[in-house]
């Protein structure tokens, strides 16, 4: 066997050209990585690293944290993984501990890490890259030690556990727990100090697959993580419990494209597995010390489980060895309780300079004779059933996992008294609502006062949040047992009192509310308002939820960074006024008033292309009945009157756009009365709906009465898509119904013009960055294009418009609201995902990027503006992954959700984004098919009148190469398919139709199989 380096290079030399690393936009393929490493190592080589020397590494994740982990070995040192995140006193200690000689990091974490030898990879960019791409031919043994991962040290330090090259090769080649295939993509979640970090990074490279890694802001928000396991098409996956079941709480459907969810940190509940809907292809449980190399046993899911309660930790991974003994070293009986003692090759090589812990819990192995094997005392209490698989019963020692993280109650213990107002201190494991969290009770000197929130401040100077007890409970004394020890059965016992409150502890009403909603989300009896939500057992995901649920209850606009620099509810209070300027309402006049995100591109697009009346928006309202034309000429001036923007202009001086509301505007209802000649209504029915506007001058809205007949009328109304939107559309035609009854309508307080002053104030900062960071996970860095076979391929995008129109009987409409409701989804959303197959089977694609419209009134004020508010988001459907018509829709619920809810990000700052580069006048950057759905619509009531609508009509114009429309008509569905007429054929849009209707028929048969 040789060393992990080693084996790495030769499937650098297999697979040069293969991917090997990818994060964000940075793609690395194995040559790309192991000619970094190469440079890197000869640097590292000139600073003293040889065999055995440290090596620390302090970055985040990134793909920077695999090009130093391999140069440090290729320099033939051990790397020693530093966790920025740490607070630095930790650092220190850690680092000395380990007698590192030199550190890697960056800018961002150079002054955390004091060392006289600091390799900046920031700084020293240019010299590294100066080095030789060739490698330093540096061998390692398969005894040698490669890293040092440090864990909880129940003495009140860190202890380091050092590892061999042999142990991370048992771990990941020719395994019997999963096989990580080349091509095979594994995601990186871990930071690189946490254990799971040795599979995530050498499972696939020496494997010949690539390491996906994933922002700590991908991790936090579940959504993004979905969007991104789905779009990169992520086989395999490592998460703690605790992190799965945070997420699997809040997106059941998260891990659903996976082949292989690898769960373990803490015991796995049956009851939470049963909540994924729907499972990866495999979950697997699995069981291990920091000091066996990450997994020891796994335990094996391709189903639901069985049976309730904890999950099995199963069997042993290939190449360890399991027992389980009494007291006196014996194995027990099958289903009796024992110690774990693990053996094989994963067991490490013992603690950094502490020989007699080393001999304590790495004793010799008593049932092999091979020299000097040893076996690794667990400290865990288990029974093996019958059939070989372990059960895990309970911890033996004062060592705990919470949140997947291994913590030494001595350690805790030990900081706590290092306090000066502490005499005595003990800590415990307390369990609340189905969640555990440490609770420290405190004996304080005499004279002394202790408060939690100062014992808090000073454990967080030397011990890592999770280490950081949730509640401080002041005792005169310590309860003791009969020999004299503290009795920690009778404080598990005894219920955490309520403490008094603190000095400023006193809650405003608002505090109150926050204080409720942390105990909620932490699932926690009881939070102060001074108490940390991190310290109390909050971790990201919990975050995120929080903050949705506070913004829910208060109306507020809490961001996700407000409770990470405050994480209490009396910090996070302060940011719930702070919204008030910036949620929308009426806003002071500039002098040039500018437009919102969709009026700017609707204006530019009508710059780069004059004259042209692909923006329209024409409706028809069929009116049959006696109809009071002046009442209804009335009524539609009213309208006008009552909203700012149908009285709208965009002059642009200067080439400068800007918004002028004129003060009053009589739209000429043109009254024709042609029921002498309805062909000709159809005539000038088209050519009213295809005349262009004039954006500088307006109106932008023009109506015609068309006389059919004696008690027959056609009410044409004609709008430039800069001033109205589907949604505004409602809201003109109903208010149009009452006005003509005569009703009276309160004054609108709210005009787009407004909307579009504060949507540019509150679209910047932490806002956008946050829309972005959603976005940029969800559809990556390269979009793909979408290649139509057209019809006539050479020619020109000239959007010269058509379109073809065909219905959906009601038989088939109701099998596809029966298969809707099966699977927890909108109607809207099985038409796109079979809208979205069939592309994809007709132009040979594994991924179909779709743009569909979204209403863009995410605050509630917004819902009775009139304007153009609305926005394009793309939903990405990758075909490949998706191997039945359930699992693709499972996919499009979750990626539709996730545009809905972060659909604020307006389309041409995505483009900027994300867009590849085309001329400007492309308005297809990111998709070439738009897909859009309207459910029944309301219809205006006329007195004495029968009123029929109708949106649009034949056009000779097209926004998209296809555009899908399907409208809800009473039990049935009608499509329209708009078309470019440059590019397809009158048969070829029918044929999309048929074959729209075909698919809709053929999932609907699938579903029921």
């Not at 001058?697 to 109205?724: K, Q, S, W």
Request: charged share 25%; aromatic share 6%.
């Amino acid at each position: 066997m040789t060393g992990v380096h080693e084996l790495f290079e030769r499937r650098a030399d297999q697979h040069p050209e293969a991917p090997a690393v990818e994060f964000g936009e940075r793609r690395l393929t194995y040559r790309q990585l192991d000619e970094a490493a190469n440079r890197l190592a000869h640097h590292l080589r000139g600073l003293g690293t040889k065999p055995g020397v440290r090596v620390g590494i302090c970055l985040e994740r990134s793909a920077d944290v695999a090009i130093s982990v391999l140069a440090v070995l290729k320099a033939g040192g051990v790397y020693v993984p530093l966790d920025p995140e740490y607070p630095p006193e930790r650092l220190a200690y850690m680092a000395d501990d380990a007698g590192v000689s030199v550190v890697v990091t960056n800018e961002r974490n150079r002054e955390l890490v004091v060392r006289e030898r600091v390799v900046d990879l920031d700084r020293d960019r240019r010299e590294i890259d100066g080095h030789s791409p060739a490698r330093l031919h540096a061998t390692a043994s398969a005894e040698a030690p490669a890293f040092v991962l440090y864990t909880s040290g129940s003495t009140g330090r860190p202890k380091g556990v050092l590892t061999a090259h042999r142990s991370v090769v048992r771990l990941v080649c020719d395994t019997n727990y999963l096989r990580v295939e080349p091509g095979d993509r594994v995601a990186q979640g871990s930071s690189c100090s946490f254990d799971p970090l040795t599979f995530e990074l050498w499972g696939p490279l020496l494997n010949g697959g690539s390491v996906v890694v994933l922002a700590k802001e991908v991790m936090v928000d579940p959504d993004a993580l979905a969007a991104v396991l789905r779009r990169t098409g992520i086989a395999v996956m490592f998460m703690t419990t605790s992190a799965f079941y945070a997420v699997v709480r809040a997106r059941p459907d998260t891990f659903a494209s996976l082949r292989e969810l690898i769960v373990g940190g803490e015991a796995l509940e049956a009851a939470r597995v049963r909540e994924l809907a729907p499972p990866p292809g495999r979950l697997i449980n699995v069981y291990g010390p920091t000091e066996t190399t990450t997994f020891a046993t796994w335990f094996d899911l391709t189903g639901p489980p069985e049976d309730d309660g904890i999950l099995p930790i199963g069997t042993p991974v290939a190449g360890t060895e399991t027992y389980v003994l009494d007291e006196r070293g014996e194995p027990v009986a099958p289903g009796e309780v024992g110690e774990l003692y693990i053996g094989g090759a994963g067991v490490g090589v013992g603690y950094l300079g502490r020989p007699v812990l080393t001999a304590e819990k790495f004793v010799p192995h008593p049932f092999t004779e091979r020299a000097g094997a040893r076996l690794y005392r667990t400290g865990d209490h288990v029974r093996r059933r019958p059939d070989g698989v372990l059960e895990f019963v309970r911890r033996i020692d004062g060592q705990v996992k919470i949140r997947g993280f291994r913590i030494e109650i001595g350690e805790v213990e030990a900081r706590l008294k290092e306090h000066p107002a502490v005499r005595t201190a003990a800590v415990v494991v307390a369990e609340f609502q189905g969640g555990r969290r440490l609770v420290a009770y405190v004996v304080p000197e005499p004279g002394q006062r202790t408060a939690a929130v100062d014992l808090r401040a000073f454990l967080h100077q030397s011990l890592p949040g999770y280490m950081v007890p949730s509640d401080f409970v002041t005792l005169d004394a310590l309860p003791l047992s009969a020999n004299g020890k503290v009795d920690r059965a009778a404080l598990r016992a005894a219920p955490v009192p309520e403490v008094a409150a603190e000095p400023g502890a006193s809650a405003t009403p608002v505090e109150e509310v926050l204080t409720e909603v942390f105990a909620d989300v932490l699932e926690v009896p009881r939070v102060r308002p001074d108490d940390d939500f991190f310290a109390l057992g909050g971790d990201s995901l919990r975050a995120t939820r929080l903050v949705a649920r506070a913004n829910e209850l208060l109306g507020s606009r809490i961001l996700l960074r407000d409770l990470l620099s405050g994480p209490n509810p009396r910090a996070l209070a302060t940011h719930v006024g702070d919204d008030a300027g910036t949620a929308p309402g009426p806003r002071p006049r500039p002098e040039l008033v500018p437009l919102s995100f969709a009026q700017q591109r609707l204006w530019f697009m009508d710059q780069v292309e004059p004259g042209t009346s692909r923006y329209n928006v024409p409706i028809t309202l069929s009116l049959k009945g006696k109809l009071d034309r002046l009442a209804l000429a009335d009524a539609l001036d009213e309208v006008v009157a009552r909203h700012e923007a149908l009285r709208t202009t965009f002059p642009s001086p200067k080439g400068r756009p800007r918004q002028v509301v004129a003060d009053e505007l009589h739209v000429d209802l043109n009254w024709t009365d042609l029921s002498d000649d309805p062909g000709e209504a159809a005539r000038l029915t088209i050519e009213d709906g295809n005349a262009p506007f004039d954006l500088a001058t307006g109106p932008l809205v023009r109506a015609r009465l068309i006389r059919l007949g004696e008690d027959e009328h056609r009410l044409l109304l004609v709008f430039h898509h800069i001033v109205i939107d589907a949604w505004s559309l409602d809201i003109v035609l109903r208010e149009l119904g009452e006005l003509y009854s005569g009703k009276s309508l309160a004054p609108v307080t709210l005009q787009c013009a407004d909307h579009a002053i504060w949507q540019r104030e509150w679209l910047r900062g932490e806002v956008l960055d946050d829309l972005l960071r959603y976005w940029r996970a969800a559809l990556g860095t390269e979009v793909p294009t979408l290649d139509l076979p057209y019809d006539k391929p050479g020619s020109r995008e000239g959007f010269r418009g058509a379109t073809a129109v065909r219905g959906i009987d009601a038989a088939l409409v109701r099998e596809l609201r029966a298969l809707s409701r099966r699977h927890g989804v909108t109607l809207y959303m099985t038409l796109l995902a079979a809208f979205q197959r069939q592309l994809g089977r007709w132009a040979g694609a594994d991924e179909v990027v779709v743009g569909t419209p979204i209403a863009g009134r995410t605050a509630p004020e917004l819902r009775s503006v009139v304007g153009c508010l609305i926005n394009m988001v793309p939903v990405r459907a990758n075909l490949a992954t998706a191997p039945d018509f359930a699992s693709l829709l499972s996919n499009v619920r979750a990626d539709t959700l996730g545009a809905f809810a972060h659909q604020d990000l307006p389309f041409d700052r995505l483009v900027e984004e994300l867009g590849p580069r085309r001329r400007p006048r492309d308005f297809m950057p990111l998709f070439r098919v738009m897909f859009s759905f309207l459910d029944a619509r309301e219809l205006p009531e006329f007195p004495g009148v029968e009123v029929g609508y109708r949106l649009g009509w034949p056009q000779n114009a097209a926004q998209f190469a296809l555009s899908l429309v399907v409208e809800v008509a009473g039990p049935e569905l009608k499509t329209t398919l708009q078309y470019d007429s440059d590019r397809f054929t009158p048969e070829t849009a029918m044929a999309v139709l048929d074959g729209f209707e075909r698919t809709l028929r053929g999932v609907t048969e699938e579903d029921s199989r």
